[in-house]
């Protein structure tokens, strides 16, 4: 059955505070995986679930001429601001990684709030 995720941005409006996004469609090595078997996926997720650290699948960044399907991304729910021990270890644990598979295995992404509260301003002023 499929699932609806919301869009990255959307969960930024809804916690108003910068979101991170772990991504793995850049990875030229590990494109040949659906998500769900990326080797680097699994061990992040099962990393997140050890550290009892919240998370969710969503999707890219909402856009109104384009629909993308799903790549695997992954909402971390830790503050940013103030860096606290949690976004620490993820740090650690992510460059543990790119040494291991290589610098494109993982991005991460940084969603400002400022920037995700005018897309929806975007969207709702189009007139469709």
């Known amino acids: 059955m499929p699932k609806i995720l919301p869009?990255?941005?959307e969960i930024v409006r809804?916690?108003?505070q910068d979101a991170l996004v772990l991504s793995f469609a850049?990875?030229?090595e590990f494109s040949k995986f659906p998500f769900e078997r990326n080797p680097v996926r699994r061990r992040i997720?099962?990393?997140l679930g050890e550290n009892d650290i919240a998370h969710r699948a969503c999707g890219?960044?909402?856009n109104s001429y384009r629909m993308e399907g799903y790549?695997?991304?992954i909402f971390i729910d830790i503050p940013l601001r103030p860096v606290g021990l949690a976004l620490r270890e993820l740090?650690?644990?992510l460059k543990k990684l790119q040494d291991e598979y290589g610098i494109d295995a993982v991005q991460a992404e940084i969603f400002e709030y400022s920037y995700?509260?005018?897309l929806d301003t975007l969207c709702n002023d189009f007139d469709w």
Do not use: A, H, M, T
Request: glycine fraction near 12%; include cysteine; charge should be positive.
């Open 45 to 47: 997720l099962q990393w």
């Open 7 to 9: 869009y990255i941005d």
């Open 60 to 62: 890219p960044l909402s």
């Open 71 to 73: 790549r695997g991304n």
């Open 91 to 93: 740090v650690k644990f």
């Open 116 to 118: 995700c509260k005018g």
């Open 14 to 16: 809804e916690i108003r």
């Open 26 to 28: 850049g990875s030229r």
